[in-house]
């Protein structure tokens, strides 16, 4: 989807430009949704779509709006950075497990962004071993220039691929703030 400009002077101060303004988002969201329609309409196992909170809830629940299927949700909690616009990065730890049960489910894990794919490498380790009938990944936003260590982890949708820059709203977060942003901006001094 294309870049765009908001014309509005409604952005928060700590914006220096908006990426993605709402319309765009929801846009991209809708076009995802009518992939996963395709994909997953007829299938004859579960589908669970697997959140990785916090910054998954804006873009998971206006995904699941537009789609035509069956489907379970649940969520994870895994934790690779920890604030700051430097975003040092760790092991990835996870602090909140699925409730359901993964076997012979299908499995699509909803993500905000996917920088490195460090965190996705590991939640999709993890995963495997609750036996899923698939695991596939649904980004809001990719980042193809941080992918690190050779992982490949691209995500088998996304709606954006975004810059090197720190990005904020729509989930995305600086220190726990402005996830509350209905557009996707580019943090100022960064």
């Not at 495997?128 to 990944?137: C, F, M, R, T």
């Not at 729509?170 to 960064?190: A, M, Q, S, V």
């Amino acid at each position: 989807m294309k870049n765009t400009k908001s014309s509005k002077n409604s952005t928060h101060n700590l914006i220096e430009s908006v990426l993605f303004d709402h319309k765009v988002i929801l846009q991209g969201i809708k076009i995802l949704a009518e992939k996963l329609n395709k994909k997953y309409k007829n299938k004859k196992h579960p589908i669970i779509f697997l959140g990785v909170l916090k910054g998954c809830l804006p873009f998971m629940m206006e995904l699941i709006k537009h789609l035509k299927f069956d489907l379970k949700i649940d969520f994870m909690v895994v934790s690779s950075y920890f604030g700051g616009v430097e975003k040092r990065f760790q092991k990835p730890k996870l602090i909140l497990d699925v409730g359901n049960d993964l076997s012979d489910h299908h499995i699509v894990i909803i993500e905000d962004i996917i920088e490195t794919g460090i965190t996705i490498q590991t939640i999709k380790k993890h995963l495997k071993l609750k036996e899923p009938k698939s695991i596939k990944v649904a980004s809001l936003i990719y980042k193809k220039e941080m992918n690190i260590d050779n992982l490949e982890i691209v995500p088998d949708w996304y709606v954006f691929e975004a810059p090197m820059r720190f990005l904020v709203g729509f989930g995305l977060d600086f220190e726990e703030k402005l996830r509350n942003l209905d557009y996707i901006g580019i943090l100022k001094g960064n």
